[in-house]
């Protein structure tokens, strides 16, 4: 049977339109960068099957044009749709190279200093230690400025004034450590900065970024997080249960707040290159690129991170002594994690954004050993495995480093051996932890010393030791993954007149009552332990390891680390409470216990977290309110989050010990049935 023309032409135009929408899936890859793709392919899939992952994307640039540019997975399971190039992922504390530039084009018009005080631009700005007016624009971009760490919640829908919020905490804190002497990670300093770009500028800060970097370099994707901003965004799915979780919204715009393609993250790195297209004037530019090291950093054997404007480093010695200067800045939410890398003087620039929590950076990294290949540039060579060290006597003049010391989250012992030819680390246990591990020793780790170095060779980690003044430190020899030297831990010394709180909190569980219904915390439960210990009076540790101060306070014990938070602990109305940061916790003993039947729950004018406690094994079902939010949590030793409203609504069975948490708005009712 012969078809007439009308149906040829519809039978071709159905053929073109086929063959044109399957174009616009192929994934761009010139056939010159071979290592590049398969590079790019095997790190990414690795991930995704080994459920690191559950999709990425993935963009190089060579010389300003795209040479490879591919989606891996799928950005949303239930409707089949794909990852592509314009899917959006949030890239998290990438999002502060964008404020590092935001201020240095306020600097390029005479607006701002760098090396002023941040109070000129912020009076409202105020904290407990009286140093604080000595931090510079400057040290909130090199993370030398001794704030305390991150005030912000990761919620699902838009939440609270962040600006309030870090005000509000700042001003009841105090400093680490004296500004510029050291950098330590700080994602409080970034706000501080976006506040200051919106006062002196008068625009919302992604307003400004929108009108001077966005659409300048042809960034049409990139926003605010996947949260506010919905579209062609990329899911997070649950790893355990395969549930996919509400878009993530993170407020905290230039600390971490932004969402973008790797096509476009690449447009934007391709602007601190040379030949790439200028928003900033060379001198600003310059000022982006030089390293600025600190103090402390100087005293390093090594090189260091957090050695320059707004980047987590400037300088890689394995990538610096083959002539590469290589750029990076990573971004880690609690659903996405993105690296950005580029060679300025090569005009070279890889992206890699991923759903989920396999490295951005190592992904990344092994992208760019793979186009540094098909350039015909050398390439770091893989660390060799040698033999064993042989084992020396440890010198006397390190006596002084024996004792104890804080990792940022516990304290450790550190003790010489006997034949003085290594040493070993241990966990310092408190009380309560000594009953459950059923040991008076915790876990720990062996070093052998050996040519100025404690080297523990099972896990391929060297270190050494460093005064710096009164504070000793522990620091990780040349990471694997970076090739810089990185304080492990810092001493603490033992305290003459150790101070107690006006109760003891040893092993006592705490529960968090202030967290929005929306926050992120999907398999995290929401719950914190304290502890005090025998052998290390006037210290404790609650959510951080602190040092006590009065009955009511602790400071910091471990200035040297990330994200740390002073305490104060009260009662009222009979109830133990606790401050932290910015989290608002009771003592877990007060809660009434769920009874058989229904149980009726009302979130009181407060606003606080209702929480409840099983005592016997039952089975649970619930009736929430629009937006409202129930967890279990296991209890007792184990504290891990067995049931979330957010990922299931079926009927559970709460163990005994198990904890029942309700969160919502003022007056919002929630029942509980027991069977």
């Avoid at 030791?465 to 990471?479: A, I, Q, Y």
């Avoid at 999907?522 to 040092?547: D, I, M, N």
């Avoid at 009302?602 to 967890?631: A, H, N, Q």
């Amino acid at each position: 049977m012969m078809l007439n023309r009308r149906v040829i032409r519809l039978l071709f135009f159905v053929l073109f339109l086929t063959c044109f929408v399957l174009l616009l899936f192929i994934p761009t890859a010139d056939m010159k960068y071979v290592n590049t793709a398969e590079s790019a392919r095997e790190s990414v899939w690795r991930a995704i099957t080994s459920g690191g992952c559950s999709s990425a994307t993935v963009a190089v640039m060579d010389g300003g044009k795209f040479v490879y540019s591919e989606g891996f997975g799928a950005a949303n399971r239930k409707d089949g749709r794909n990852v592509n190039k314009t899917t959006r992922f949030n890239v998290g504390s990438t999002s502060k190279i964008f404020t590092a530039t935001a201020l240095l084009m306020l600097v390029d018009e005479e607006k701002i200093s760098l090396d002023d005080p941040v109070t000129k631009y912020l009076p409202e700005f105020t904290m407990k230690d009286d140093r604080y007016r000595d931090i510079t624009v400057r040290m909130l971009m090199n993370h030398s400025s001794g704030l305390p760490g991150s005030s912000f919640f990761f919620c699902y829908t838009p939440h609270g004034d962040t600006h309030k919020m870090l005000l509000e905490r700042l001003k009841e804190s105090n400093l680490k450590h004296a500004p510029g002497e050291m950098g330590v990670y700080c994602n409080d300093g970034f706000t501080l900065a976006e506040m200051i770009i919106e006062k002196i500028s008068g625009q919302k800060f992604i307003a400004f970024l929108s009108e001077r970097i966005f659409r300048p370099l042809k960034m049409h994707n990139t926003y605010a997080s996947v949260g506010e901003v919905s579209g062609d965004i990329a899911d997070f799915y649950d790893p355990q249960s395969g549930e996919k979780l509400p878009p993530e919204v993170i407020l905290v715009y230039a600390t971490g707040g932004l969402s973008s393609t790797a096509e476009d993250m690449c447009r934007f790195a391709d602007s601190f290159c040379s030949g790439g297209k200028k928003i900033l004037s060379n001198r600003s530019l310059e000022e982006m690129l030089k390293s600025q090291p600190t103090p402390f950093s100087s005293k390093l054997r090594g090189s260091h991170l957090l050695d320059s404007f707004g980047w987590d480093y400037s300088y890689l010695p394995n990538y610096d002594s083959l002539g590469i200067d290589l750029y990076s800045k990573t971004g880690g939410t609690g659903a996405y994690s993105t690296g950005l890398l580029i060679i300025p003087d090569k005009r070279l620039a890889v992206v890699a954004s991923l759903s989920g929590r396999t490295s951005g950076e190592y992904v990344a990294r092994s992208i760019l050993d793979g186009l540094l290949k098909d350039k015909g540039l050398p390439v770091p060579s893989k660390q060799k495995i040698g033999s064993p060290p042989e084992a020396e006597i440890i010198r006397h003049e390190l006596d002084i480093f024996e004792g104890f010391y804080t990792n940022g989250g516990n304290f450790i012992k550190i003790k010489f051996d006997s034949d003085r030819k290594g040493m070993k680390t241990t966990d310092v246990l408190s009380d309560s932890d000594k009953i459950f591990h059923g040991a008076a020793k915790g876990s720990g780790s062996h070093f052998v010393y050996s040519n100025g170095s404690f080297v523990a060779f099972e896990i391929n980690f060297s270190g050494y030791f460093l005064k710096d003044g009164e504070n000793l430190c522990f620091v990780s020899e040349k990471d694997p993954l970076y090739g810089a030297d990185v304080v492990m831990c810092q001493s603490v010394p033992k305290l003459a007149n150790p101070k107690k709180l006006f109760t003891d909190i040893d092993g006592k569980l705490w529960l968090m009552r202030n967290l929005p219904a929306s926050s992120q915390f999907s398999r995290e439960a929401p719950v914190a332990k304290s502890s005090t210990f025998k052998e290390l009076p006037g210290y404790l540790t609650l959510v951080s390891p602190l040092r006590v101060e009065d009955e009511h306070n602790a400071s910091y014990a471990a200035p040297f680390f990330r994200d740390q938070s002073e305490l104060s602990i009260y009662e009222k109305d009979g109830v133990l409470w606790a401050k932290s940061n910015v989290f608002l916790f009771s003592d877990a003993n007060a809660v009434q216990s769920i009874k058989t039947g229904e149980n009726a729950i009302v979130i009181e004018k407060e606003g606080l977290s209702e929480w409840r406690r099983v005592e016997s094994g039952t089975l649970l079902s619930f009736e929430l309110p629009f937006d409202g939010r129930i967890m279990v949590i296991a209890g007792d030793r184990d504290n891990s989050v067995i049931y979330d409203s957010i990922l299931s609504t079926d009927e559970i069975y709460a163990p005994p010990g198990s904890y029942v948490a309700s969160f919502g708005l003022v007056g919002d009712k929630f029942t509980v049935i027991s069977k």
